[in-house]
């Protein structure tokens, strides 16, 4: 009698252990292990706030559209920086985003923004044509078109994707392959290697996670 108890106690913990340890490291992932908030503090007027928070910009989506940070409202947002004529790094990016997007499939949440460093050439209708070419769905991910010096300004000061100086001039070019993790307030959580798929898979987890931390 006493060994049939020792067994059956035996195959409880055999399975109530790891289901507990399962638990455990995911309340301590969800809870404790959070994402950092990233970027120097910024400041407004001659004061310090605490976290830096990506600056308002107004700028044109694909369509023609104007587009500015009052569409993140509620979003968590994957931000890449990218050229439509690009012919190395960024078709990898646009195709890995795109695994993105379908792991996000119709969640509200979450929308893709994707900025082009060569505004120049990459009007809202280029940005269009590539947008088909590329099989993007448009209803959570806008690729984005503007004034130069704004582009660059948001991506050296704001998004940090390089450590360049440079005014955004005719001479000045940003290449850069990371895609960057911005939740509902605005702040910068994670930085990630566009190309690489074991970072796209790691950014798939971390806007997961970021969702439970906002819900």
């Known amino acids: 009698m006493k060994n049939k108890r020792g067994i059956q106690l035996l195959v409880i ?22 994402l950092p908030v990233l970027g120097p503090p910024s400041t407004s007027k001659g ?3 605490k976290e830096h928070t990506i600056s308002d910009f107004n700028l044109t989506n694909e369509d023609g559209q104007p587009i500015s940070t009052s569409d ?17 790094i960024c078709p990898a990016m646009t195709n890995n985003l795109k695994k993105v997007a379908r792991a996000f499939k119709n969640d509200d949440d979450i929308l893709i923004n994707s900025f082009t460093v060569d505004p120049i050439r990459d009007s809202a209708a280029q940005l269009k044509s590539f947008s088909r070419r590329m099989n993007i769905d448009n209803s959570n991910w806008h690729l984005i078109t503007g004034e130069k010096k704004e582009i660059y300004r948001l991506a050296r000061n704001s998004f940090f994707i390089v450590a360049t100086d440079g005014d955004g001039g005719p001479g000045d070019f940003i ?15 994670g930085y990630y290697e566009g190309t690489d798929e074991k970072e796209v898979q790691r ?11 906002e819900q």
């Open 175 to 189: 290449h850069s392959e990371k895609l960057v993790l911005i939740d509902k307030q605005k702040r910068i959580r």
């Open 47 to 49: 004061t310090t706030s």
């Open 72 to 88: 993140w409202k509620n979003k968590i947002v994957i931000v890449d920086f990218f050229f439509s004529h690009c012919p190395s």
């Open 13 to 34: 913990l055999v399975f109530l252990v790891p289901l507990l340890v399962y638990a455990a490291i995911n309340w301590y992932d969800r809870e404790i292990n959070k």
């Open 203 to 213: 950014l798939i987890h971390d806007i997961k996670k970021l969702k439970a931390e």
